[in-house]
């Protein structure tokens, strides 16, 4: 959870009676070769993203288990893809996107890291076409799914992921939640100004004004029949998570490993890992992976 006031903002939240309107992006698909580049940038592991790629890779991998075929909705450039898929080598990955230059550098970036177990195709997650009834093992998406222009697709999103996916596979997809107040959008993109380039922190900026109210969330969920629950960060709606039941017994290896990915983050970071795992544990998303 971010360094800011958080009592402050929590109490604006809480008396904003009239929310702000959700605002889509204004490029749909992320093409430009500077925009691409800023956020891959910041989103690598070392980057400003860091402590929340790991918080979610560790919530990933509760919902995954070795043989499993795992599909990564918009993935980007396949920070977050790669961070699971090196912590889970005996899974098989896919990763999914519309852009064209963002998949260039995800397949640059997986084989740097000489990963034999990803794979990417390009597509538009609202209409996995390219995947059968019941097909896939586990979904997983992070902070991508504001992308989408509208609330419908935001449901056809959730429709396709319910379609695709086996009876007994597993979920975690998660994106920022919509703030009710225009000035608690303003502080969260620019906390870390001074830590990003400039183009990242305007692009935070329209991904946390494109945020889907915990509402639409809820809807699209309903897809799932049951099969996964809505989770949020405590009393503000700063990200929320949509998670199945863990699908596999804690694993003291990959305990370890994510531990040291931890350890081995600046202290800053540190405390930004601990107080999203905190807002995030105080409104009922556990794992059992998630290092302490």
Known sequence: MPSINIARTIARELLSFTPCARTPEPDLVMADAEQVQAYTEAGRECGVMAPVYLHHCSQVCDVIRPGDTVVDLACGPATQLAQVARL?????????????????????????????????????????????????DAVMTTMALHHLPTRQLLLDTFAEVARILKPDGGVYLVDFGHLKSERSIREFAYQYADRQPEIFTIDYLNSLRAAFPVADFRAAAQALDGRAQVYTTLLVPYMVALKSAPRRAPDSALQARLRELHDAMPAYHQRDFKDLSTFFRLGGLRSAHLPR
Do not use: T, W, Y
């Open 88 to 136: 889970n080598p005996d899974c098989h990955f896919i990763g999914v996107d519309l852009s064209a230059e963002m998949l260039r550098k995800a397949r640059a970036h997986v084989a740097d890291l000489q990963l034999a177990n990803v794979e990417f195709r390009d597509g538009d997650i609202s209409r996995l076409e390219m995947f059968g009834n019941a097909s896939v």
